[in-house]
């Protein structure tokens, strides 16, 4: 009897008979929304401080290549392209997730499939069709092990995107079976990514999608070399779930998983984000703002309580004391108290409110902010969040969000996603780029080639000249959904 094909093996097939047949409406009209908005996220860290290490990087390491950097003159190699680009997308907090899952899909996808596709000479409906098919199979390496890639300290994004980066570079790449499958298996050597950083609030945590879109396409490109891989880096006793998530088990159901690829599409549903924090703090934003709506002052509040989700608290509470005292503003990005404090205090969360340590009316406020647990949770498939406020006088205040602004629960209009991608691209890029840009994505899926994508973005003439433009781009409160629409339920 024939044994049956590896996992990696069948994936490998079922994404090479997806490229070939166009993408369902649904799907390919989501893939452009979700590539809009990567692009846009990565060129607001190229014009902020938070994309500086990545921008000098870039410019120290200056070999020239065929592939663009956001924001950049100069073009990389493939693979140092899809690493200062995955860095610089995921570096703000900015860029979108499938919440059940727990995936930042674009942050490595986006960057893997634009430098692969360009070294390839790729067609626009070739790179979305990887994109999408890279989201899919990231989506479902999360759904298999809920939450165990995190609970071993690992960021599912980085260790499960280096394989999901590997298929999306061997299948635009054009690898031969052999040679893709065991640019999977080489990427699973690749695959890194922990949670360490939460200890200082370290900025290392933006390179885990880079690094995992780099090891993806360097895999490729070692396996086109003659470099071979384990055929079993999803399913083998040392494989990706098994090492990494510590559930060999999910192997099992990542396989289940695997039957649908191609006729059920979870990518339609990952969410957008409007605040360029973790995702966990978005609900709580909201019902800050439901609570500023009601007048309440910041002065008059006495105390006040987060109720959280068991699975987002070791990100955003604890420890709870450092949370309230973030050393940088950066670090702010997974705080609570800060986060909560700042939407009260200075009407907004937005790109500026982490680009200095907070204020300190704002630390005032966190303070007196405690949390709690938050029964029956339904995290991770709904970020959820309630706040109880007590005033001075004695007033009680409750809000509770059901599920957060920009989730397929409640989900973020098209123009709604493209208005957000042409603030954060002014900020690296001249007007009329920003306009070329928006446009050859919106008709990438015709596109014979990338090259007037390639040629608005990266071109000479694309980037912005006036160096006060970032600055005042952030000090623009249109630049959150302080316009959001309401919380999903919120009760006084």
Same mark, same amino acid.
């Given at each position: 009897?024939?044994?049956?094909?590896?996992?990696a093996?069948?994936l490998v097939?079922? =994404?090479r008979?997806?490229?070939?047949?166009?993408?369902?409406?649904?799907?390919?009209? /989501?893939?452009?929304?979700?590539?809009?908005?990567a &692009?846009?996220v990565?060129?607001?860290?190229?014009g902020?401080?938070?994309?500086?290490?990545?921008r000098?990087? !870039?410019?120290?390491?200056?070999?020239?290549?065929?592939?663009?950097?956001?924001g950049?003159?100069a073009?990389?190699?493939?693979?140092?392209?899809?690493?200062?680009? +995955?860095g610089?997308?995921h570096?703000l907090? @900015? *860029?979108?997730?499938?919440?059940?899952?727990?995936?930042h899909?674009?942050?490595v996808?986006a960057?893997?499939?634009?430098?692969? +596709?360009?070294a390839?000479g790729a067609s626009?409906?070739?790179?979305?069709?990887?994109y999408?098919?890279g989201?899919?199979?990231?989506?479902?390496?999360?759904?298999?092990?809920?939450?165990a890639f995190q609970?071993?300290?690992?960021q599912v994004?980085?260790?499960g995107g280096a394989?999901?980066?590997?298929?999306?570079?061997g299948?635009?790449?054009?690898?031969?079976?052999?040679?893709a499958?065991?640019?999977?298996?080489? =990427?699973?050597?690749?695959?890194?990514?922990?949670? $360490?950083?939460?200890?200082?609030?370290?900025?290392? %945590?933006?390179?885990?999608?880079?690094?995992?879109?780099?090891?993806?396409?360097?895999a490729?490109?070692?396996?086109?070399a003659?470099?071979?891989?384990p055929?079993?880096a999803f399913?083998g006793?040392?494989g990706?779930?098994?090492?990494?998530a510590?559930? !060999?088990?999910?192997?099992? =159901?990542?396989?289940e998983?695997?039957?649908d690829?191609?006729?059920?599409?979870h990518?339609?549903?990952?969410?957008? %984000?409007?605040?360029?924090?973790?995702? @966990?703090?978005?609900?709580?934003v909201?019902?800050?703002g439901?609570?500023?709506?009601r007048g309440?002052?910041?002065d008059?509040?006495?105390?006040?309580?987060?109720?959280?989700?068991?699975?987002?608290?070791?990100?955003?509470? $604890?420890?709870?004391?450092a949370k309230?005292?973030? !050393?940088t503003?950066h670090?702010?990005?997974?705080?609570?108290?800060?986060?909560?404090?700042?939407?009260?205090?200075?009407?907004?969360? *937005?790109?500026?409110?982490?680009?200095?340590?907070?204020?300190?009316?704002?630390?005032?406020?966190?303070?007196?902010? /405690?949390?709690?647990?938050l029964?029956?949770?339904?995290?991770?498939?709904?970020?959820?969040?309630?706040?109880?406020?007590?005033t001075?006088?004695?007033?009680?205040?409750?809000v509770?969000?059901d599920d957060v602004?920009?989730?397929?629960?409640r989900?973020?209009?098209? $123009?709604? &996603?493209?208005a %957000?991608?042409?603030?954060?691209? =002014?900020?690296?890029?001249?007007?009329?780029a920003?306009?070329?840009v928006?446009?050859?994505?919106g008709?990438?899926?015709?596109?014979?080639?990338?090259?007037?994508l390639?040629? /608005?973005?990266? +071109?000479?003439?694309a980037?912005?000249? *006036?160096?006060?433009?970032a600055?005042?781009h952030?000090?623009?409160?249109?630049?959150q959904?302080?316009?959001?629409?309401r919380?999903?339920?919120?009760?006084?």
């Amino acid at each position: 009897m024939t044994p049956a094909p590896s996992l990696a093996r069948t994936l490998v097939r079922r =994404a090479r008979a997806l490229a070939r047949a166009p993408l369902p409406g649904a799907v390919a009209q /989501a893939a452009r929304l979700h590539l809009l908005d990567a &692009v846009g996220v990565g060129l607001a860290a190229a014009g902020s401080p938070a994309g500086a290490p990545y921008r000098r990087f !870039a410019a120290a390491s200056g070999r020239g290549g065929p592939a663009g950097i956001l924001g950049a003159p100069a073009g990389a190699a493939p693979a140092d392209a899809a690493l200062v680009n +995955g860095g610089l997308i995921h570096s703000l907090e @900015y *860029d979108d997730t499938h919440t059940g899952s727990i995936v930042h899909g674009s942050a490595v996808l986006a960057p893997a499939a634009l430098a692969a +596709g360009q070294a390839a000479g790729a067609s626009g409906a070739a790179l979305l069709a990887a994109y999408a098919v890279g989201w899919e199979v990231l989506i479902r390496i999360g759904l298999a092990a809920p939450g165990a890639f995190q609970a071993r300290g690992f960021q599912v994004t980085s260790v499960g995107g280096a394989l999901a980066a590997a298929l999306v570079a061997g299948t635009l790449g054009s690898l031969g079976e052999d040679e893709a499958v065991a640019a999977v298996g080489i =990427a699973l050597s690749g695959a890194s990514g922990g949670f $360490e950083f939460l200890t200082n609030g370290a900025s290392v %945590k933006s390179l885990h999608p880079g690094w995992a879109a780099h090891a993806g396409l360097t895999a490729a490109a070692l396996a086109r070399a003659g470099l071979t891989g384990p055929e079993t880096a999803f399913e083998g006793r040392c494989g990706l779930f098994a090492a990494f998530a510590g559930d !060999a088990r999910a192997a099992g =159901a990542f396989a289940e998983a695997l039957d649908d690829l191609g006729t059920v599409w979870h990518l339609p549903d990952a969410a957008f %984000k409007f605040h360029p924090c973790c995702h @966990y703090l978005h609900p709580f934003v909201e019902a800050a703002g439901e609570l500023a709506g009601r007048g309440l002052a910041p002065d008059a509040i006495e105390a006040l309580t987060c109720r959280v989700p068991a699975g987002a608290a070791p990100i955003i509470c $604890e420890p709870w004391a450092a949370k309230q005292a973030p !050393a940088t503003g950066h670090a702010a990005r997974w705080s609570l108290p800060i986060v909560v404090a700042a939407r009260l205090v200075e009407g907004r969360v *937005d790109l500026a409110t982490f680009e200095a340590p907070a204020r300190a009316p704002v630390r005032a406020l966190a303070r007196r902010i /405690a949390w709690e647990p938050l029964p029956a949770a339904r995290f991770p498939v709904a970020f959820e969040a309630e706040i109880l406020a007590r005033t001075r006088d004695g007033a009680a205040h409750a809000v509770r969000v059901d599920d957060v602004y920009g989730n397929a629960g409640r989900p973020a209009g098209a $123009e709604a &996603v493209a208005a %957000k991608f042409r603030r954060n691209a =002014a900020r690296a890029l001249a007007p009329d780029a920003v306009r070329a840009v928006e446009a050859a994505l919106g008709a990438l899926a015709a596109a014979p080639s990338l090259d007037a994508l390639a040629g /608005a973005l990266f +071109g000479a003439g694309a980037m912005q000249t *006036d160096a006060g433009s970032a600055a005042r781009h952030d000090a623009e409160s249109a630049a959150q959904p302080g316009a959001a629409p309401r919380p999903a339920r919120s009760s006084a």
